[in-house]
């Protein structure tokens, strides 16, 4: 994405036309599930996280969890981006952020407190460059999720040189110092945090494109064996009823 400093306005028609594009599909069939592991190779390795590998797959045992979703975002019925959201509780604490920083985070779920906890985000590397927008369509499905399961705080594990764009897209916070994330030798990461029921009515305001209906909320979330697509986001509401047009461009 540009620059806060840069004009955003180049960017509204297309914005305006990829979220009219865009299907949010929960990954759940062997073919949907290879798909998906592969786009994770394809990105690692374009970004030099992991060295080739004869697999050409990436996947772990937290894509099987109990408490998991993994998502693709599709344009025009492609594949071109994806995000594994883990719903944490009291009872559900299986995900990565877990087991790498535990400690931050066992005493506030002892107390009751619910996180969303996004992580595996990756794009065709080829798709990123086309629509410098998917990012914020992605990441989308992580706040939706916090409407949806009346999250406390919305987590992000990142890279360390990935924080500004959470600070600027969730108003979110580094919790921790940088340690060692698996899989990933020569990189480290951060715990950083939104309190969402703090943020979320500004987060709204600078960014329309993350409202959501409680019937697409429960099309992505409420588990059933017969799948669909979650149909698009409604953008225009009473309070800003041109959200389409304004789309990310409002964001500073």
């Given amino acids: 994405m540009k620059s806060g400093a840069e004009p955003h306005t180049a960017l509204l028609p297309r914005g305006a036309a990829l979220f009219d594009r865009i299907d949010y599909r929960l990954i759940e069939t062997p073919e949907d599930r290879d798909s998906l592991y592969l786009m994770r190779y394809r990105a690692y390795l374009h970004a030099g996280l992991i060295p080739p590998a004869e697999s050409q797959r990436v996947t772990d045992r937290f894509d099987d969890a109990p408490n998991v979703w993994n998502f693709g975002v599709y344009v025009d019925d492609e594949l071109c981006s994806a995000v594994r959201i883990h719903v944490l509780t009291s009872e559900w604490r299986m995900s990565y952020t877990t087991e790498v920083f535990g400690d931050a985070l066992h005493p506030r779920l002892d107390r009751g407190e619910v996180f969303v906890d ?29 409407e949806h399961f009346n999250a406390d705080v919305g987590l992000s594990m990142v890279r360390v040189d990935h924080q500004a764009f959470y600070r600027r897209v969730f108003l979110s916070e580094t919790l921790t110092e940088p340690r060692g994330f698996p899989g990933w030798p020569t990189k480290k990461a951060v715990l950083m945090a939104s309190d969402f029921p703090r943020t979320r009515e500004r987060i709204l305001t600078r960014f329309p494109i993350m409202r959501s209906s409680a019937f697409e909320r429960r099309m992505l979330f409420e588990r059933s064996s017969a799948r669909q697509a979650a149909p698009r986001p409604v953008l225009a509401t009473s309070r800003n009823p041109d959200a389409a047009a304004t789309l990310i461009g409002s964001a500073r």
């Fill in 118 to 146: 996004p992580c595996r985000f990756v794009a065709e590397p080829e798709m990123q460059q086309r629509f410098p927008e998917l990012p914020y369509l992605t990441v989308r499905l992580p706040f939706v999720a916090c």
